[in-house]
């Protein structure tokens, strides 16, 4: 039955401001003073034994990652692997060599080969590139999205 009083037919007009007011302080205030425990000991893990590392002082290997860029200035593609910048094919071969070499050693002999050529590199570089991969015993090429680099 509603009350006359009350345009709404509400009996009781209750003012909720206040009680959301006192219930959002506490939550701040319980926020604030809670303490965060550290995580102690050992995390149980199953992960893969050939994949990774053989302990901490193992050091992360390079991933084996060719970038072709199009220097406009000489009308040649430059070849890079990471901050090296290779002269020629049997350069390239070498590099390519040692790094699946070392990957081997690891046990991550499928390890992929990246292409990441830009935009305006002639496709007979890219597919040279695959080739000499190939030819050093990489069988996995990926390719990336092209970035531009610059020629230094």
């Known amino acids: 039955m509603a009350s006359s009083q009350d345009p709404n037919g509400n009996p009781v007009a209750i003012n909720v401001v206040p009680m959301v007011d006192v219930i959002f302080c506490l939550c701040v205030f319980f926020m604030c003073s809670m303490k965060w425990n550290d995580m102690e000991g050992k995390f149980c893990a199953w992960l893969p034994k050939h994949r990774g590392g053989n302990g901490p002082e193992a050091t992360p290997l390079e991933e084996v990652r060719v970038a072709l860029h199009w220097d ?10 990471g901050y090296v910048h290779i002269r020629d094919d ?54 990336a999205a092209g970035r531009n680099y610059e020629a230094k």
């Open 90 to 143: 049997g350069h390239l071969r070498s590099i390519l060599r040692a790094a699946h070499a070392e990957h081997e050693r690891v046990g991550m002999a499928d390890e992929p080969c990246i292409v990441d050529g830009a935009e305006l590199v002639p496709w007979h570089e890219i597919v040279n590139v695959i080739n000499l991969a190939k030819k050093e015993g990489i069988h996995r090429i990926e390719f």
């Open 72 to 81: 406009a200035d000489a009308q040649k593609t430059v070849r890079r692997f």
